[in-house]
């Protein structure tokens, strides 16, 4: 089967929705046993019971990935479990609506941790087994905020960046420990966290702004979360043994036919 994970261990913190999810059920689809890291327990129990409901092999763990000893701990209880870890993807993540001037210092702090932070501890964590294995794939959710200028997303942006930019260094320097590290820059991507942000500040104007938001990626729509999902199975697979140190945008089109 093209693009099997069968028998890899595979870690995906944020598993508990949106892209996240969708990477874990298709991971696990594809034959992996897919470790979910989540804050959110109920959620995470949710798509771990998706996953076995069809067939798959799956566990779930309460996380807060902005916590090192946390994720540290976990990530090495998973490691004694399977034997070892083959593929890390960093989904976690949060968003922030506002300005230079509109973000606070707590805002920005909330943002840095997990998005930063929560990214690094999870690379802190895997990196030591990954080396002492002599291989392993490292995968992390950036975003086109990290490439392009989009208003009103400053702490949003900045977090994208430093994912982009601590993709590149991994990449640079654990090449000759056989691991492999890339970054996905996807554009609008239908969430539960759009719906909700559409409702809360565009009452009674959700179907109006949903049709705006999606319009400003040039094909037409937002992208469903198994689309960026299949992109990461690509990445992690065997099959693209050649590619690290490369950031993927999914975007409809937003960066090249925007500008």
Known sequence: MIFSLKGKSVIVTGGGSGIGKAIALLFAEQGAHVCILEKN?????????????????????????????????????????????????????????????????????????????????????????????????????ASVASIVGIADRFAYSMSKGAVASMTLSVAKDYIKDGIRCNCISPGRVHTPFVDGFIKANYPGKEEEMFDKLSKTQPIGRMAKPVEIAHLALYLCSDEASFVTGSDYPIDGGFIKLNT
């Open 41 to 141: 327990a109920e959620a995470a129990s949710q798509t771990v019971d998706e996953i076995t409901k069809a067939g798959g092999l799956g566990s779930s763990h309460s996380v807060d990935v902005a916590n090192q000893f946390e994720v540290v701990s976990v990530i090495n209880t998973i490691q004694l479990k399977e034997k070892r870890i083959d593929i890390l993807v960093n989904s976690a993540g949060i968003a922030h609506i506002g300005k230079l001037g509109t973000t606070s210092e707590l805002d920005f702090d909330r943002i840095f941790n997990v998005n930063v932070k929560g990214t690094y501890n999870s690379m802190f964590a895997v990196i030591r087994h990954m080396s002492e294995q002599k291989s392993g794939v490292i995968l992390n959710l």
